[in-house]
């Protein structure tokens, strides 16, 4: 049913011709939102945009689940981008800086804080293996919809990447709020990767849709000061190469890994003491 947004509102619906099912899951989305449902019925997005009100629709195809701004026609959906280029290499004894920032291995407990679209938790997933977890923790409710069901039904052709995929748990929440509630050693590893300035809309590198729709609250040190209390052995944080974490975080750095050639860093910080 289509209610009554107002403001920045969001509609989900259904790519044109939706197949069988299809509709079944754009409403289940729809409610876990909290969101009005409009059906498609063959309209244009313009016509349902004109219909609803709504300034971004959530747009759910068989395969494709895309997060539109109807102002400016910004849509970020879910792509693996270059995880299977970076799964591929460690699959084939490569380095990785992910991997060898969180010393991942099989059985182990990450959890990413930042989710985005998920190539790292992945990552991770591929790492820990069928014993281990990993749970990505994502504060924007329609990226954590678009990220969740793009986990389960983007069409992965290497198998232990799909099966990687399909195993990271996506929670909606915010890491504030996340991690105060979670045991003293609970995961092995805790990640962050925060929007740094440089990335964020309008700043000169960056124009990612995920940048546009993400949370750009930055990282603050009393998070991480709770993540040091919930890993068990280390904390991971990934930042510009040339932009060192801020200074009341980086004294407790106690190693900074990055690739030739890349633009990235991730700093690790030790758990606290049990
Ligand atoms: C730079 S992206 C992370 C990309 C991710 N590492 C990946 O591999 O796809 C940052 C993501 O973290 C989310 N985020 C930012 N602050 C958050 C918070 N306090 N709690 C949970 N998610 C947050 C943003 O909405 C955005 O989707």
Do not use: W
């Not at 970020?76 to 060898?100: C, I, Q, S, W």
Request: glycine share 8%; net charge negative; proline share 9%.
């Amino acid at each position: 049913m289509v209610g009554e947004p107002e403001g920045d509102s969001l509609v989900v619906t259904t790519s044109l011709r939706p197949g069988s099912g299809l509709d079944a899951r754009a409403r289940r989305i729809a409610a876990d939102l909290q969101v009005p449902y409009a059906p498609r019925q063959d309209k244009s997005t313009a016509h349902l945009v004109a219909e609803t009100g709504a300034s971004r629709l959530l747009l759910v195809g068989v395969e494709r689940v895309a997060l539109r701004d109807v102002s400016n026609e910004i849509e970020y959906a879910f792509h693996p981008n270059m995880t299977p280029v970076r799964a591929a290499k460690l699959l084939h004894g490569g380095r990785d800086p992910f991997a060898e920032a969180t010393g991942l291995g099989p059985g182990d407990r990450l959890l990413d804080c930042t989710l985005g679209f998920a190539a790292e938790a992945t990552l991770g997933a591929l790492l820990v293996g069928e014993t281990g977890l990993v749970v990505g923790l994502e504060s924007v409710p329609e990226l954590a919809a678009v990220t969740r069901e793009g986990l389960r039904t983007f069409p992965m052709p290497q198998p232990a990447l799909a099966a990687a995929m399909r195993r990271v748990t996506v929670i909606t929440t915010d890491y504030r709020d996340y991690l105060p509630r979670c045991a003293s050693g609970a995961f092995d590893v805790v990640c962050f990767d925060p929007f740094f300035p440089e990335r964020l809309p309008g700043a000169e590198n960056s124009v990612s849709p995920l940048a546009h729709f993400g949370n750009p609250a930055p990282l603050d040190a009393a998070s991480v000061g709770e993540a040091r209390r919930v890993a068990r052995r280390r904390v991971v944080v990934k930042h510009p190469r040339h932009e060192p974490l801020p200074s009341e975080l980086a004294g407790d750095v106690s190693d900074i890994i990055t690739a030739r050639h890349s633009r990235l860093a991730y700093s690790v910080l030790p758990a606290l003491p049990a």
